[in-house]
Every structure is written in structure tokens, then in C-alpha cells.
């Protein structure tokens, strides 16, 4: 049995939990190049048209650890 490739796919939902009008009006989630993302959607008007589309923000599933300095600090006396 061939198990499913989640790459590079993703869902969004509607947002029943929103609270305020700066929460996200979806949220799920997405596979980028193999990276896991939640995603947060905003339906938006353009100014210019008046045209709706979706603003989209990302956020890593998983974040990665601050870089450690790797140099000696000591100072011998």
C-alpha cells in the first residue's frame, strides 16, 4: 500500500475561534518543500480595485533552535 505524499499541500479553514478582527479568518496548515507550516489567512479588500483576496502568513510547526556561538570566550591569564 502506497502511503500518501503530503508535500508541498496544505488545508485552510475557516477561523470559528476568532476573537477579534486580528485573528486570522482561516487557519491551517501546509507542506513546503518539505517543511511543516501553520498557516493564517486574512480575507483583505484591495484599495486600488476593491478586488478580496487572501493575505497568508506562515509560521513554522517547528522552531529552530538560536544559533550557538561556537567560539571560547575565556580569556587565559
Not at 499541500?9 to 485573528?23: C, I
Not at 513546503?32 to 480595485?49: C, H, N, P
Amino acid at each position: 500500500m502506497q502511503k500518501y505524499d503530503n508535500k508541498n499541500t496544505g488545508a485552510l479553514f475557516k477561523n470559528e475561534n476568532k476573537q477579534s478582527e486580528r485573528h486570522a479568518d482561516y487557519r491551517g496548515e501546509v507542506n513546503a518543500a518539505g517543511v511543516d507550516y501553520w498557516l493564517d489567512g486574512w480575507v483583505r479588500t484591495s484599495k486600488k480595485s476593491g478586488t478580496k483576496f487572501i493575505s497568508f502568513k506562515l509560521k513554522p510547526k517547528q522552531e529552530t533552535a538560536p544559533a550557538k556561538n561556537d567560539f571560547n570566550d575565556e580569556v587565559p591569564f
